[in-house]
T-cell receptor
Framework: GDSVTQMEGPVTLSEEAFLTINCTYT??????LFWYVQYPGEGLQLLLK?????DKGSNKGFEATYRKETTSFHLEKGSVQVSDSAVYFC???????????FGTGTRLKVLA | DAGVIQSPRHEVTEMGQEVTLRCKPI?????LFWYRQTMMRGLELLIY????????DSGMPEDRFSAKMPNASFSTLKIQPSEPRDSAVYFC????????????FGPGTRLTVT
């Protein structure tokens, strides 16, 4: 079945460091891919998405590219801030369906 | 827009009691989802409604759990009787366009069953 695998956390970085959170997926067809972010005490918020191969989603300095050949959707940011500290979830939605399959989440802690 | 509204934000109850969680989706969204989040199992979809009709309840753990959506602006998730293993954060999410797009999550209800 379809699945999402994220790198284990927590990830601890200093402010202004480069961030990569790895995400790979298994799915048939062409799913949509998402990154959601969850700040402490809040629900998940969409960070970015990509709906077809080679699409790049971007928002708030974060980027991720839909790589069909490597079945990956890695999240990157060039310079993290303390305010980026949160849990990041990679998710896929099989084409044309309502279902989301979430990864286990990666906790990011950014130190000043 | 007020976003998805959930109440209560926190609920502490004793084993065996009935618990009702409430959700108001974003106006105009026709899809509603209930999720449960735990450390052990991550985010699990419990039930999905489209146009107020339950479409997929395969994630509802057992008969103690039930969900209703009497109209487009309100849904409830009920646990009766509650057990300590039901302790989790329960999220409601809504989506336009039959759920085939971004889901908008509420702030969640943290349930503790003692």
């Amino acid at each position: 079945g379809d699945s999402v695998t994220q790198m284990e956390g927590p990830v601890t970085l200093s402010e202004e460091a480069f961030l990569t959170i790895n995400c790979t997926y298994t799915a048939t067809g062409y799913p949509s891919l998402f990154w959601y972010v969850q700040y402490p005490g809040e629900g998940l918020q969409l960070l970015l998405k990509a709906t077809k191969a080679d699409d790049k989603g971007s928002n708030k300095g974060f980027e991720a590219t839909y790589r069909k050949e490597t079945t990956s959707f890695h999240l990157e940011k060039g310079s993290v801030q303390v305010s980026d500290s949160a849990v990041y979830f990679c998710a896929l939605s099989p084409s044309g369906t309502y279902k989301y399959i979430f990864g286990t989440g990666t906790r990011l802690k950014v130190l000043a | 827009d007020a976003g998805v509204i959930q109440s209560p934000r926190h609920e502490v109850t004793e084993m065996g009691q009935e618990v009702t969680l409430r959700c108001k989706p974003i106006s105009g969204h026709n899809s509603l989802f209930w999720y449960r989040q735990t450390m052990m199992r991550g985010l699990e979809l419990l039930i999905y409604f489209n146009n107020n009709v339950p479409i997929d309840d395969s994630g509802m753990p057992e008969d103690r759990f039930s969900a209703k959506m009497p109209n487009a602006s309100f849904s409830t998730l009920k646990i009766q009787p509650s057990e300590p293993r039901d302790s989790a954060v329960y999220f409601c999410a809504s989506s336009p366009a039959g759920g085939v797009d971004e889901q908008y999550f509420g702030p969640g209800t943290r349930l503790t069953v003692t």
